[in-house]
Nanobody, 122 residues
Framework: QVQLVESGGGLVQPGGSLRLSCAAS????????MGWYRQAPGKQRELVAT???????NYGDSVKGRFTISRDNAKSTVDLQMNSLKPEDAAVYYC????????????????WGQGTQVTISS
């Protein structure tokens, strides 16, 4: 069973920075895609950024140029560096992985973390 543990959320002023981290566990050999999504109150969950095992990155339009996603394949971790934060970036951020090879075989399922709150306020 794949488990995701997120950390790094919190309160930051507009223009500030935060770094989110997510660690996947569960006898994992390889994760095809790791990423971050977010959901603000009253809004649908939206893509923030994803990164493939090979390092190909994809960003949501609203965060391009401000956020940077990275991963460590050996540790099955994914980080999100968020700079120049805006009030509209406030949301619960969820770690997501899909395409997992583990001791239990291959799973194409989506796995989600519990979410970490990012609050932007002066």
């Amino acid at each position: 069973q794949v488990q995701l543990v997120e950390s790094g959320g919190g309160l930051v002023q507009p223009g500030g920075s935060l770094r989110l981290s997510c660690a996947a566990s569960g006898s994992i050999f390889r994760i095809n895609v790791m990423g971050w999504y977010r959901q603000a109150p009253g809004k649908q969950r939206e893509l923030v950024a994803t990164i493939t095992y090979e390092g190909i990155k994809n960003y949501g339009d609203s965060v391009k140029g401000r956020f940077t996603i990275s991963r460590d394949n050996a540790k099955s971790t994914v980080d999100l560096q968020m700079n120049s934060l805006k009030p509209e970036d406030a949301a619960v951020y969820y770690c997501n992985v899909k395409g997992v090879y583990s001791s239990g075989g291959y799973s194409s399922s989506d796995y989600w973390g519990q979410g970490t709150q990012v609050t932007i306020s002066s």
